[in-house]
């Protein structure tokens, strides 16, 4: 077996997915440059394993570098790509940042692998590019809508360049698997979600509040037309989004795509709503939240949740985790870190 590329690899998502490919007897090296993550993840992931991946620190925005990497390592089998800007609101401020880091580095991946004899390329794409679709549950074939941010932006533009590239390029077969939201941590608590400062996503919000690092969560708004007013989205335990990776690079490598552009909803086809997150939290930690309701947040679509047929019959993958399980995974990983970011 060769070895698979992981670009991100000691970020959130990242690091969870190189434990399901190492628990699956893959190879892994990773690069990251550590813009959104710490070196100790690496710990972790040997923790958990008992294997340390090949890691190497660089920016894939430097493209010589980029090159020389792929020069050196020639027996890639795969590569799962992560590396990427995520932070919604930090993209409307900082456009260009986004479209360097986020399109510049896939280039950059992409020209390489164009190079080699066979290419198997997953790309970390997101339920985002959907905006507020017009049906739910959201099939992938459901519109693509106008992004709400440079940061939906680049997914859109991510899956259009692989997806230009791969009709061009037989030997490359990718597939963008398109996540919803990931949440919790593994069940170790020997690596999780390391936001960075105040964190903007939902769940770390709650479990920062719940150990008094943040004061009170907002609830952004509840009037919303949905049964308790408060937004709704689906919520995927990280563990089981890093098994449908795996799932689909074994795709790619037993060639049984059916064409060498493919996407998947990855998502657990269940919404769940703003309030019943924090019952869920409450229920499973034993503690009250303190939080308030307040006015809605720019931006935010009402409700969100996968059609994930596609990806149970054709992947052979489905979710196994509850939301109970993933706000349990949460809570346990922040009692774990405590303050600590990054
Ligand atoms: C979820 C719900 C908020 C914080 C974003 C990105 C998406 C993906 C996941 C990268 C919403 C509400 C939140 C808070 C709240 N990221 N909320 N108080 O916005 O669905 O998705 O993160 O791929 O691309 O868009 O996730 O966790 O920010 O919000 O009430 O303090 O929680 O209004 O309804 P979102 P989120």
Redesign the pocket.
């Known amino acids: 077996m060769g070895k698979i590329l992981v670009t991100g690899g000691l970020g959130f998502i990242g690091s969870h997915t190189v434990v399901e490919l190492q628990n699956e007897g893959f190879e892994v090296i990773i690069i990251d440059d550590l813009s959104n993550s710490s070196v100790d993840v690496l710990k972790g992931i040997t923790s958990i394993t008992g294997t340390t991946p090949d890691f190497e620190q660089f920016d894939l925005k430097e493209k010589s570098k980029v090159q020389a990497f792929f020069k050196k390592h020639q027996d890639i089998e795969g590569v799962i790509h992560f590396a990427a800007s995520?932070a919604?609101g930090e993209s409307v401020e900082k456009p260009l940042l986004y479209y360097e880091n986020n399109i510049n580095t896939l280039v950059y991946v992409l020209q390489e692998l164009q190079k080699l004899e066979n290419a198997n390329f997953i790309f970390s794409s997101?339920?985002?590019v959907y905006g507020q679709a017009d049906e739910l549950p959201i099939t992938e074939n459901a519109p693509i809508k106008f992004a709400?941010?440079p940061?939906?932006n680049t997914?859109q533009i991510g899956e259009e360049i692989i997806r230009d590239t791969c009709k061009v390029t037989q030997h490359l077969k990718s597939i963008a698997l398109r996540?919803f939201?990931?949440i919790g941590a593994h069940h170790t608590t020997k690596i999780g979600e390391l936001p960075i400062g105040v964190?903007?996503?939902?769940?770390p919000?709650i479990t920062q509040t719940a150990l008094g690092i943040r004061e009170q969560?907002?609830?952004?708004?509840d009037d919303y037309p949905t049964p308790d007013g408060?937004?709704?989205?689906d919520y995927i335990h990280v563990v089981d989004l890093a098994k449908a990776h795996v799932v689909a690079l074994q795709r790619l490598l037993q060639n049984k795509n059916d064409s060498n552009y493919e996407t998947f909803n990855i998502g657990t086809g269940t919404g769940s709503s703003?309030l019943e997150?924090i019952k869920s939290f409450e229920k499973v930690s034993g503690q009250k939240l303190n939080y308030k309701i307040?006015n809605?947040?720019a931006g935010?679509?009402i409700s969100?949740y996968a059609d994930t047929t596609k990806a149970n019959s054709q992947l052979g993958w489905k979710t196994k985790l509850t939301l109970d399980d993933a706000m349990k995974s949460a809570w346990e990983w922040q009692l774990t870190i405590k303050g600590k970011d990054k």
């Open positions: 995520k919604v997101s339920c985002t709400e941010s940061y939906g997914k996540y939201n990931p964190p903007q996503n939902l769940v919000f969560l907002s609830v952004f708004g408060t937004c709704i989205r703003v997150v307040a809605r947040r935010d679509i969100a």
